[in-house]
Structure formats: structure tokens, C-alpha cells
């Protein structure tokens, strides 16, 4: 399954689309289930992050500092410049600067440690990241949107997001971590969770594409305009990433991550944000969801493709990436 990894992702995508568009009532149900799939995801993923890595990679101030510069310097140009394109819509241009703005703290882990990137130094980075979009996306979007909007928004789900995906599965993994080094005692149960990534993956791409696809498809002519900016975004944010990683004279894995985290974006947290706001905004939701459908495919396109892009001296272009 490691070694098949990107088409078993896709059909996992094709199947959930296939899901949500023949039997529409199951989005509701399946929308409860995201967030407990993509905990049990990422316990599963920092179960293979050896503890001791996290503690050398809160030191690592030269990657920290590159993933701030690029999550809250670079990408807030591009995002602004991008949306340009939807500005005479202003519910189009909320949902596009809500999603572009807020950096993944979450299953942005699970596809940079499969393309071989540092996710030890990205989930020590994750605090960082999450208080520092609480902060700046109000003041990000006052400069670029109407102020009623920014006083429409909640944040209460940026704190309900790292608790219940962060912190709850990082301290369950920790302690399985713990009795096992102890113990012995969970040494199956840990081997065969980090044996089960790539079936929960696949759950976790299914279950987010049915539970969303028939809303989009519903609105897909408002949407259109959306999704090549999305796809702009995440190729536009590949060559400044990388960059950023040289400059920062970062080694291969810290290079991949750093990309990863410009372009993968905060959509599983900023939807209850996009829910909340007044009538009139009613379409910003369905475009946090659209990137997110836009994001999945490309996540599994460049699995493979970082590692060829960004690759160790002497390695071949063409790689097969770590489980």
C-alpha cells in the first residue's frame, strides 16, 4: 500500500465523490464524522514522530522562522494578489481570504512526512502557526475586506481545532509512546496504528470529499472562478517556499516542509468560521470546502512531486516516498 499510495488516495477521492453525489442525504452524518477521522489521523502520525525529534525541532529557529515569513509574509501577498481576480464579490472574496490566510496545523503533517519532510519540526511549529493566525486574520482581512465582516467572526474554533486535533491525539500518542518504551505493553497496538496510515488517509479523503461534494456541486457556476485561484495559489507558493528553504540554507526535508506549509491551508478549521457569518456571505463556506476538494488532489499530486523537485545531492529526480 506504501508503495501505491497516490492512486489508492485517488480512488479514495473518486469513491467519496461518488458517494456524496449518488446518495446526498449522507453529507450531514458524514460532516460529524471529519473530525474524529482526521484526529484518529493525526494520532496515527504523531505516533511515528519519536518525541525527542519534537524537542530538537522547537531549537530549529532557523526553520521556525522561515515557516512564520512564509505562512504570515509571503502568502498574504499572494493571497491578496489572487483575489483580486473575486474582489466585486464580496462573499466570494471573504471565502477565498479566509481559506488563503490561515496556514494548516493538522493533516498538513500527514503529507509532509509522506513526501519526506520534516513533520517533527512542522507540528513544532503548530502552535506557533495556530495562535499566530488567531491574531493576524483579523487584521488581514480588515485591510482587505469590509470591517462588518471581520467583526462577524468567531474564533472560538481556532481553539476547539488544537485541542481536540493537536493536543488531544499529540498527548494520546505521547503516552502510547511512553508505555510502550515502559512497557512493551501497546507495542502491537502502536504498530498497527502506524501500519493503518495509509487506510486512514484513504477514510479521511473519502469522508471529507462525500460529506461536501453535493453542496459544492450545487453552487459550482459561483464556484468557478474559485478553483483555478486555488490551484494558482498552491503552484504559485511551491517556487517561494522552496526559495525561502534556500535562503534559509534549510537541508532537503526542511525544504519540503516549508512548502507543504505554504501551501496547504487551514480549511477544516476556518469552515465554522465561514458558517457564522451573516446571510449575505452565504456562498464563503462553499468556497472554504472547494479549496479543500482542490487541495486534496493536489496534496496526493505532490506527494510525488516535492520529492522529485526538491531532492537530497546525488539523489535521482525520481523517488519512491517514505511511508
Known amino acids: 500500500m506504501n508503495r501505491h499510495q497516490v492512486p489508492l488516495y485517488l480512488i479514495a477521492l473518486l469513491a467519496g465523490a461518488a458517494i456524496g453525489l449518488a446518495v446526498p442525504g449522507i453529507s450531514t452524518p458524514l460532516e460529524k464524522l471529519i473530525n474524529p477521522v482526521l484526529g484518529l489521523l493525526l494520532y496515527a502520525t504523531f505516533l511515528g514522530v ?32 489572487l483575489s483580486r481576480v473575486v474582489a466585486d464579490d464580496q462573499a466570494l472574496l471573504v471565502g477565498v481570504l479566509l481559506v488563503l490566510l490561515t496556514p494548516c496545523v493538522d493533516y498538513v503533517m500527514v503529507f509532509t512526512g509522506l513526501a519526506g519532510g520534516a513533520n517533527d519540526r512542522l507540528l513544532a511549529a503548530a502552535p506557533i502557526l495556530m495562535l499566530g493566525q488567531m491574531l493576524l486574520l483579523p487584521v488581514q482581512l480588515r485591510s482587505m475586506v469590509d470591517t462588518a465582516v471581520v467583526q462577524a467572526i468567531d474564533l472560538a474554533p481556532f481553539v476547539h481545532a488544537f485541542v481536540f486535533l493537536i493536543a488531544v491525539p499529540l498527548a494520546a500518542a505521547g503516552l502510547t509512546q511512553y508505555a510502550d518504551a515502559r512497557w512493551g505493553a501497546v507495542h502491537a497496538i502502536r504498530q498497527a496504528t502506524l501500519g493503518a496510515m495509509v487506510p486512514l488517509m484513504m477514510l479521511t479523503l473519502a469522508i471529507v470529499v462525500a460529506s461536501q461534494i453535493g453542496g459544492v456541486g450545487h453552487r459550482i457556476g459561483s464556484l ?6 486555488f490551484v494558482l495559489f498552491a503552484a504559485i507558493m511551491v517556487p517561494i517556499g522552496s526559495a525561502a528553504g534556500q535562503v534559509a540554507r534549510l537541508d532537503v526535508p526542511g525544504r519540503r516542509a516549508v512548502v507543504f506549509s505554504g501551501v496547504t491551508r487551514n480549511s477544516l478549521v476556518v469552515l465554522p468560521l465561514a458558517l457564522a457569518l451573516p446571510d449575505e456571505f452565504d456562498l464563503a463556506p462553499l468556497v472554504v470546502v472547494t479549496q479543500t476538494l482542490v487541495e486534496l488532489v493536489v496534496m496526493v499530486v505532490f506527494v510525488r512531486l516535492i520529492p522529485a523537485l526538491i531532492a537530497a545531492p546525488g539523489q535521482p529526480r525520481s523517488v519512491d516516498t517514505p511511508a
Do not use: Y
Open 50 to 81: 519519536p518525541f525527542a525529534r519534537i524537542g530538537q525541532a522547537l531549537r530549529d529557529w532557523r526553520f521556525l522562522t522561515t515557516v512564520v515569513v512564509v505562512d504570515f509574509f509571503l502568502v498574504p501577498l499572494v493571497a491578496f494578489a
Open 224 to 229: 468557478t472562478l474559485a478553483i483555478p485561484l
